[in-house]
């Protein structure tokens, strides 16, 4: 069974701060993403990887930032928290044909 | 880059009868056509896909067909029961690869069925 999972269900983190929503894949996929979740705007990529240290900007990747040292975890970084980056997060794996998500983490930014 | 846009974005109807939802994408390389289901609170869940070689495929109850020249793909669902009500998004993909494995989602239509 495909395994994504992310490291919270709910945070609530306060403005300006710096915070780190992580994802692990147990597949061995290349590629992973992020995406953020609002109503009425559906899932918009805010960051790609397709390899270890790569990375590609997706639509909205302005006030983000991620890493990937392995293979297996995708880390999303928010540099300095902001009350509009209040959404739920979803991390996917895989890409096209092999896309699975994770359960989401829903951030509130207070 | 691709665009994706679904119709309707709210779709009642009442248990029993069929659903249809739409989609639309603007670049012909696309060649995969997943559609996902959401229910509150839980991750997109994977229902049915359908790639550029076929123009229909059907698994039960739901159906999908793709019409590559106009670029559009639509969804359907018959005998709507209860349980089918959730938020549904189409997507499309050019591949497995690197990044033409990025799926570009529509924007979401939920689907409310009705007793």
């Known amino acids: 069974d495909v395994k994504v999972t992310q490291s919270s269900r709910y945070l609530v983190k306060r403005t300006g701060e710096k915070v780190f929503l992580e994802c692990v894949q147990d597949?061995?996929?290349?590629?992973m993403f992020w995406y953020r979740q609002d109503p009425g705007l559906g899932l918009r990529l805010i960051y790609f990887?397709?390899?270890?240290?790569?990375?590609e900007k997706g639509d909205i990747p302005e006030g983000y930032s991620v890493s990937r040292e392995k293979k297996e975890r995708f880390s999303l970084i928010l540099e300095s928290a902001s009350t509009n980056q209040t959404s739920m997060y979803l991390c996917?794996?895989?890409?096209?044909?092999?896309?699975?998500f994770g359960q989401g983490t829903r951030l509130t930014v207070v | 880059g691709e665009n994706v846009e679904q119709h309707p974005s709210t779709l009642s109807v009442q248990e029993g009868d069929s659903a249809v939802i739409k989609c639309t994408y603007s670049?012909?390389?696309?060649?995969?056509f997943p559609w996902y289901k959401q229910e509150l609170g839980k991750r997109p869940q994977l229902i049915i896909d359908i790639r550029s070689n076929v123009g229909e495929k059907k698994d039960q109850r739901i159906a999908v067909t793709l019409n590559k020249t106009a670029k559009h793909f639509s969804l359907h669902i018959t005998e709507t029961q209860p349980e089918d009500s959730a938020v549904y998004f189409c997507a499309a993909s050019k591949g497995n690869t690197g990044t033409a494995s990025k799926l570009t989602f529509g924007t979401g239509t939920r689907l409310q069925v009705t007793l």
């Open positions: 597949m061995d996929h290349e590629n």
């Open positions: 996917e794996s895989g890409g096209g044909t092999e896309a699975f």
């Open positions: 990887s397709y390899d270890v240290k790569m990375k």
């Open positions: 670049d012909s390389a696309s060649n995969y």
